[in-house]
Each structure stands twice: as structure tokens, then as C-alpha cells.
């Protein structure tokens, strides 16, 4: 990878996203990016500082940080940006397109409490990303080397192109690959679907000497199921797409992959569907 960028705050989220980030970057041999949005928010301890310091502090905070990590990656694999900008999903996806990163990395703080990333934003950036996303929750469970990635297969024709991104991770960790085939409906084309693509992505797999697992289950508590099933297997990371179901009765509350961003205790992987990249190439 040549770059992965980094949204920092300071917070404990966007410190563990950066912890998650430096993990990654080791075994991809990629460039770190830390960018810093200058969004006032008095919520965050960062912003109390007088508005005509916060650059020096921000930028000493910086230092301090990759000082920390320079032990385990050397110093000049680092660079760090201040940025100026009212909507921060925009500035961190200028920034992954300045830098021709091929990863996003942000923390976000769940289902409630203050947070920089709220779960929305996370999202918001996810789905606008011309590169996949990575998410880490304050707390999260966060292995030094990635053993099981979980990937959950549905209906939809997209739920195929987080599979090459996925074992890309997969041959950097030596990781064995896990598919999770969620028969969401009773309806049998969309049971057909379901088969056709597990055994379309397990054929790729096979075709690029990964190890998987697969295994169904029949729900419509797709999320749970999911969360469940990745703490199950003691997985590391869970890879979902920016495109995803959605469950009538649980519209409200966002789409698969949203939820999976607001309540996984897992670092998620978001890959964004090819069509929306030609979108925005536009």
C-alpha cells in the first residue's frame, strides 16, 4: 500500500484507530498519514486550546505521537497534516485522494456518548471513499497480528467485491479467511443469490491459496448475528461493504454495514462497490 491515513483527535478512539493503523502499515510497508480536522468542538479537549495555539499543539501533539511509534516504525514512515474544513468526511477523503492512500483508518466511540467520528460520520466517510475504510471502536479488540477475518455474504451482487481487498489483508497476515452465508430471506431466488456468490468467492479464494471456513446461518438480526458469530471464531477484523441489506423492519436504524460500523467490538473494514467509485470518477 503506498499510504494509509489517519483521522486523529486525540481522543481514545482515534488512538486506537492510529494503533490499528501502525499494525497494518508495518505488514503493507505503507506511509501513515495523521490528519487532523480544525472543526471546533468544545466537547473535545483538543479545542479548548486558544484557537491561535491550536496548530502548535496539534502539530506537537503530532510529534509526540510518532515518537511513540518510532520504535516499531521508524519515524519516516510518518507525516501528519493540519486541515482546515467544515465537513470532515470530506477533508479525510481529499486527504486519502492527495496521498493516493489505498486505506482509511478513523476511530469511532458507538452506540452513544460524545465522539469526533460519530458513528454517521464514520459511515458518511465510508460510503463516500473511493478506498476502503477501516474502523476501530474506543475499547476495541485490537490483535497485533490479524488470524481470522469474517466476511459475511448476502443477497446483493456488490457482497463480492470486498473478497479481493479482503484477501489482499488476508496473504499480508497469513490470515485464515472466514464467510459467514446470512440466508436473510425465505424468498429461494435470494437463497440462490446467497449460494451463488459464497461459492463464486470461495472459488477465489481457492484460486489465491487463502485458507477459509464457511458456514450459514438462516436470520433477519443480520447484525447481531454477525457480531455474534466474529466473537464466536475469535476473529480479528470483520470485512463488510459500504452497499449492504436492509431489513424493513430495521431501516431505522441504518443500513448493515452503518450498524456494523456503530456496534461491532471488532475493527471493520468497509470496501466501497466498484459502481460507486465510477460515480464519483466522474
Known amino acids: 500500500m503506498r499510504a494509509i491515513v ?57 510529534k509526540e505521537l510518532i515518537h511513540k511509534y518510532s520504535v516499531q516504525y521508524g519515524a519516516e514512515n510518518f507525516n501528519y497534516r493540519f486541515c482546515e474544513g467544515t465537513k470532515i468526511h470530506e477533508v479525510i477523503n481529499e486527504q486519502a485522494e492527495d496521498w493516493r492512500a489505498e486505506l482509511i483508518v478513523l476511530g469511532t466511540h458507538g452506540k452513544s456518548g460524545i465522539k469526533l467520528f460519530k458513528h454517521s460520520m464514520a459511515f458518511q466517510v465510508a460510503e463516500r471513499a473511493v478506498v476502503p475504510v477501516l474502523t476501530v471502536r474506543d475499547g476495541a479488540q485490537i490483535s497485533s497480528h490479524i488470524k481470522k477475518i469474517l466476511i459475511p455474504i448476502d443477497a446483493t451482487l456488490e457482497t463480492r467485491q470486498k473478497i479481493p481487498f479482503t484477501v489482499r489483508l488476508a496473504k499480508m497476515f497469513g490470515a485464515e479467511i472466514h464467510m459467514l452465508a446470512i440466508y436473510h430471506s425465505s424468498v429461494q431466488a435470494v437463497k440462490e443469490n446467497i449460494e451463488r456468490y459464497t461459492r463464486q468467492s470461495a472459488e477465489y479464494l481457492e484460486g489465491n491459496n487463502v485458507d477459509f471456513v464457511v458456514k450459514s446461518i438462516e436470520t433477519t438480526d443480520i447484525v447481531n448475528e ?57
Open 6 to 62: 489517519v483521522g486523529i483527535d486525540f481522543l481514545n478512539e482515534s488512538l486506537a484507530a492510529l494503533k490499528m493503523a501502525v499494525i497494518v502499515a508495518i505488514k503493507a510497508k505503507s506511509k501513515i498519514v495523521l490528519v487532523f480536522v480544525n472543526k471546533p468542538d468544545k466537547s473535545k479537549p483538543i479545542f479548548r486550546t486558544s484557537p491561535d495555539k491550536l496548530r502548535e499543539v496539534v502539530e506537537g501533539r503530532f
Open 226 to 282: 454477525t457480531i455474534r458469530y466474529a466473537n464466536e471464531i475469535n476473529a480479528d477484523l470483520i470485512s463488510s461493504m459500504a452497499v449492504q441489506i436492509s431489513i424493513p423492519s430495521n431501516l431505522w436504524n441504518g443500513c448493515f454495514a452503518e450498524q456494523l460500523i456503530d456496534q461491532s467490538p471488532l475493527p471493520v473494514i468497509t470496501v466501497p462497490a466498484k459502481e460507486l467509485i465510477r460515480t464519483l470518477s466522474r
